[in-house]
Nanobody
Framework: VQLVESGGGMVQPGGSLRLSCAAS????????MSWVRQAPGKRPEWVSS???????TYVEFVKGRFTISRDNAKNMVYLQLNSLKPEDTALYYC???????????WGQGIQVTVSS
């Protein structure tokens, strides 16, 4: 299993970013996928998931601001981040949902910093 995140960076409050995750080493279309984030000094927290059928779920504090999607033809999962807030600053990881309890199976993470 290999997951490589990209698309992070620094934005001002209210800005947007699109995170991408390239998956390989497994049959991508057969797995639910998730995004997790970890802010400095805090434990990782689940952000969003998308199942094999495209059904999406979100943690309450990102509903209406973040959108998860997937492209099975490209083995990609995305997280569109809109209306970003300073408290969204974190390392964002993608993972197969089945591996959420296995940190070593996540991607390497991508930094998102929201600051004025």
């Amino acid at each position: 299993v290999q997951l490589v995140e990209s698309g992070g960076g620094m934005v001002q409050p209210g800005g947007s970013l699109r995170l991408s995750c390239a998956a390989s080493g497994f049959t991508f279309s057969n797995y639910d996928m998730s995004w997790v984030r970890q802010a400095p000094g805090k434990r990782p927290e689940w952000v969003s998931s998308i199942n094999t059928g495209g059904f999406t779920t979100y943690v309450e504090f990102v509903k209406g601001r973040f959108t998860i999607s997937r492209d099975n033809a490209k083995n990609m999962v995305y997280l569109q981040l809109n209306s970003l807030k300073p408290e969204d600053t974190a390392l964002y990881y993608c993972a197969r949902s089945i591996d959420l309890g296995v940190r070593s199976s996540w991607g390497q993470g991508i930094q998102v910093t929201v600051s004025s």
